[in-house]
């Protein structure tokens, strides 16, 4: 099977896709807001849609091939934007596409592409809806050019608003902050091995009285190992942000508020950071995601195991599942399948 869909149960399985559409690697799976619907991209140039009945059987609503290599990324809008996609490949072309509506079956047309970029785009992630119809792009050459549609209604036409440069190396993934009533961040990541120990993660501030996104110090977020993936946590607090970067392990840091930034509009805010946790059971982790209230975080390795950690107490994080594609069933004893705690970390907070 390509992929399968699990729940916080060990071994639950609720099923497997064993005939799909694509016909090589599955690079991503991603879900709506709501969790009834998913797109997948592979390396075979197709993306397909898939909806979930009330039955909960998860049925092919469309499939179509894009791009002029493998179809590494694909995000959804919020819906509040319609049924919006956006694609991306190592042929250094985005796609956006949007479902034609009262067509059966579903027709997805491509209403903008980007062409900017000079090397293979890595990863793509739409804003919060609080902050317009807006797209993030990162390439090889770590380089983030941010996108705008300033009219929601006609997607053909979109706005360059920033170009970051947040490394000199390739930039493996990106995330936004949902935190409304803060000043909005961006983190970005590494996995280039030329890249210096201190150079493989790197947090943007959105300064909106100077309209620019400002680099805020790396000082006590610096990972040595390679950044596959990262992402903020969809629980909003007034008091800070919660990012997760998968560098090997999965370090938990907290970014709390300092300083109000009406204190000094044209400066950076200021944060305390403290890590928080370190996810750990030996094995290296390639993507993680949130649940949408953030109190579980679901990491898959690279040995194709796909693990969940659920928050507990006073910052104390549990394995409370885990799940192993029937192939490396055999590999099963290498794992360890006892639920394991860990502690909260008690090192010095780091300001900045």
């Given at each position: 099977s390509?992929?399968?869909?699990?729940?916080?149960?060990?071994?639950q399985v609720l099923r497997t896709f064993d005939e799909m559409e694509h016909r090589d690697i599955v690079h991503q799976v991603v879900f709506d807001a709501y969790g009834r619907r998913m797109a997948t991209c592979s390396s075979d140039m197709h993306v397909c849609v898939w909806d979930r009945e009330d039955s909960g059987m998860w049925m092919k609503t469309s499939s179509w091939k894009i791009h002029g290599g493998p179809v590494w990324r694909v995000a959804w809008a919020h819906p509040e934007f319609g049924q919006v996609l956006a694609t991306s490949s190592n042929d250094r072309?985005?796609?956006?596409?949007?479902?034609?509506?009262?067509?059966?079956?579903?027709k997805w047309t491509k209403k903008a592409s980007f062409a900017d970029s000079r090397t293979a785009v890595t990863d793509i992630k739409?804003?919060?809806?609080?902050?317009?119809?807006?797209?993030?792009?990162?390439?090889?050459?770590?380089?983030?050019?941010?996108?705008?549609?300033?009219?929601?209604?006609?997607?053909?036409?979109?706005?360059?608003?920033?170009?970051?440069?947040?490394?000199?190396?390739?930039?493996?993934?990106?995330?936004w902050s949902n935190a409304q009533g803060l000043r909005p961040l961006m983190v970005a990541g590494c996995d280039d091995a030329d890249a210096k120990n201190q150079e493989k993660l790197a947090i943007y501030e959105l300064n909106e009285n100077v309209r620019k996104w400002v680099a805020l110090p790396r000082v006590g977020m610096a990972e040595v190992r390679a950044v596959h993936d990262v992402a903020f946590s969809p629980a909003v607090s007034m008091l800070g942000h919660v990012v997760a970067v998968a560098a090997g392990d999965v370090h938990l840091y907290n970014l709390t508020v300092r300083n109000a930034p009406?204190?000094?509009?044209?400066?950076?805010?200021?944060?305390?950071?403290?890590?928080?946790a370190v996810l750990s059971d030996g094995y290296k982790t390639w993507r993680l995601s949130w649940n949408v209230t953030g109190?579980?975080?679901?990491?898959?390795?690279?040995?194709?195991?796909?693990?969940?950690?659920k928050s507990m107490y006073l910052?104390?994080?549990?394995?409370?599942?885990?799940?192993?594609?029937?192939?490396?069933?055999?590999?099963?004893?290498?794992?360890?399948?006892?639920?394991?705690?860990?502690?909260?970390?008690?090192?010095?907070?780091?300001y900045y």
């Open positions: 390509l992929f399968s869909m699990s729940v916080a149960t060990d071994e072309s985005v796609f956006v596409w949007e479902e034609s509506t009262g067509m059966t079956p579903a739409f804003a919060p809806n609080f902050l317009g119809l807006q797209l993030a792009t990162a390439n090889s050459a770590g380089i983030i050019r941010l996108y705008e549609a300033p009219d929601i209604i006609d997607l053909s036409q979109w706005s360059l608003l920033h170009e970051l440069t947040p490394f000199y190396y390739r930039c493996s993934s990106i995330s009406s204190a000094r509009p044209a400066q950076p805010t200021s944060y305390m950071v403290q890590k928080i109190n579980a975080i679901t990491l898959c390795t690279a040995q194709g195991a796909i693990r969940v950690w910052d104390e994080w549990k394995l409370v599942s885990t799940t192993i594609p029937s192939e490396r069933k055999d590999a099963k004893k290498k794992l360890a399948t006892e639920a394991k705690a860990v502690a909260p970390l008690h090192n010095p907070s780091v």
